[in-house]
DNA sequence: CTATGCTAATTTGGATCCAATGTTCCCTCG
DNA sequence: CGAGGGAACATTGGATCCAAATTAGCATAG
């Protein structure tokens, strides 16, 4: 489910206690079971996780460095709330950064990968939950990164993915599945001109699609539950 | 010294023991007091530090999530070696991220801001010495973001800055201080633009500037002392 | 009945101890 | 004399224990 998230976080399998805890908790924070505001108790996590507190402390400080949760002195972690003004601004920095990777990326894609692609769009394209259109799409758009053999630039572009994961979904609910064509239609645009091995035209697609995503986003205050510190 | 970085790596002062050390360890990395390859032991920094081994072991999470050190399993953590490429691409982060920080910061500067700007570049143009150099213009590109109001972005330069800055230094060793003026131009430059409020002018400059830093640095491939994986 | 202050319980922060793994040095054997 | 193996040492990983701070609950006063 968050192999990619991983994988780019972690050059290399680092498979120690610390990192298998941050990836649990960045899975639960990522599918929603963790919510913007909740409080995660250290004794819970090492119990569900069979181990001391210990690498749960340092999995939150990962985590924290990561900008999926916020720490304050004896009062622990919690996930933090994002503003309309934050979120907007990581989608500007997507807009930027994202492009590049693709750059990074297309010349280093199999054919094997664009196949790949071309069938996790036909399976966006086949109508599906909320929930997993999510996956799907979040599996698609890091799956063009995948050329990227720039760690710390994909490690980046997971990152942004990561922290804006809960409010992709809250954007979802509330603004329906309506405009789902538009981001077909993007999508088959990017996929061509990667198969073209086109990167400028390739950049081009992609940076309007996160600026369109960001402009509705901006339309639908009411994702961000009311309070918008 | 490593005031802006810790600033904007910790949104508000978390003064834990963990950020305090962490903050150490950057600062003796940023320094070059810990050089690529070399290799940190815990008890050396907590007896440094004067505490036990535990608030290290979280520092050098948070640090490793940072990108300023590598752990591997029972081996510990070291700073890790960049090839030329992660450099060159690092680079080309920079010079689509922090236009977009500059023009994030640019409407927020006061005046107070600018004059301070100004009386940086004067001490820059002064002839000094390479480390008061280094420290300087990272002082001045940095304070250039001040008004940036979001944390994400900001923590992002500053990471970006940290994990270059002992390739940066090794690269003003060998190439001289010929080319001094030419930063001084656009340094220039680019306030003139700030002093205008103009965004999109001064985006223009800055990402010249770090362009034509990066075709620099890759005409100086002695910088990684002859390992370049 | 509400608000405030105090105490008890919960939770995080830090230190020490033990286990597991990696490293080094030396001895032996080819 | 060099290479390989093994034992002692050093270092990291993890668990438990204690201290400090926050939170929650309760009692009491207004």
Redesign the interface.
Known sequence: MTTEAEQA?N?SR???A?HRVADYLRAAILSGEIGPGERIRQEDVAERFGASR?PV???L??L????LT????HKGARVPSLSM??LS??Y??RE??EP?ALT?SIPNLTQHDLRELDRLQQRIEADTGIDEFLALDREFHLMTYTGC??D??S??VVRLWN?TQHYRRAFMKVSGSGRRWVINAEHRLLLDAMERRDSVDAERHLAGHIRRTRTELSRHPEVFGGATS
């Open positions: 976080a050059g680092n498979h120690a610390s210990l402390r340092e999995a400080r990962i924290e460095a990561e900008g916020e720490h304050e002195q003004r934050d601004v990581i500007q920095i930027r950064l590049l990074e053999q720039v710390q630039l490690m980046m922290s």
